[in-house]
């Protein structure tokens, strides 16, 4: 397989999006870092990104949405998940909420729980609309490695692995999303990232 990096023009960003509908992988930018993308909602797509990176089978995937309309299909939303929604999003911050059955369980590696994030970042949410489906999309490095923060770095991780990476340039944070799991009695963040504890914790008093 030949990668090509490609410029986020309208017409390559509805090639790459009909690619995620057949089922392919494609790189593209957040504001966080790059995330190798498939259709969340195709098993064997999402195999491909587990296979593509080298990604263990035990870690779930977490879904990019476009919209809270997009939220509401996937996951069942709590008050204190709009109240961060409101808050953060779209933003570097990625919410645990209870999944709905649509979201299949191989996605989520079993689990009855999906992380949800909206990225603020206009390629990514131009790709998502396009596809009109939640796109799976962890970081698009092989796994161990650091995420990739410019279309250069995902090219040298998975150069013949993905076919097309669309290069939106320097990611502005160049770290992951920061994770909190609303599924549990307490509120607990899971990874530390590009927003703090404190600001989030914060929202939720």
Do not use: W
Not at 179 to 192: A, K, S, V
Request: proline share 7%.
């Amino acid at each position: 397989m030949q990668t090509e990096i490609l410029q986020p023009t309208e017409e390559n960003l509805i090639r790459a999006a009909e690619m995620i509908k057949r089922g392919e992988l494609v790189a593209f930018p957040t504001e966080t870092v790059y995330g190798l993308g498939a259709d969340g909602l195709n098993v064997e797509a999402c195999r491909k990104i587990f296979e593509a990176k080298g990604r263990p089978s035990d870690k779930p995937l977490s879904l990019h949405v476009s919209s809270l309309e997009m939220v509401e299909r996937v996951a069942q939303v709590s008050a204190q998940a709009e109240k961060l929604f409101e808050r953060f999003c779209p933003g570097a911050l990625t919410i645990i909420l209870p999944k709905n059955k649509i979201v299949p369980d191989f996605v989520t590696s079993g689990r009855a729980s999906v992380g949800i994030r909206i990225p603020a970042n206009e390629v990514a949410l131009s790709l998502i609309r396009l596809t009109g489906t939640p796109i799976a999309a962890p970081s698009a490095n092989l796994s161990n490695l650091p995420p990739p923060k410019t279309a250069r770095e995902v090219l040298e991780n998975l150069s013949g692995r993905v076919e097309i990476i669309l290069d939106g340039g320097q990611c502005e944070f160049g770290i992951s999303s920061t994770i909190i799991d609303l599924t549990t009695t307490e509120p607990q963040i899971l990874r530390h990232g590009a927003i703090s504890a404190e600001k989030i914790m914060e929202v939720l008093k």
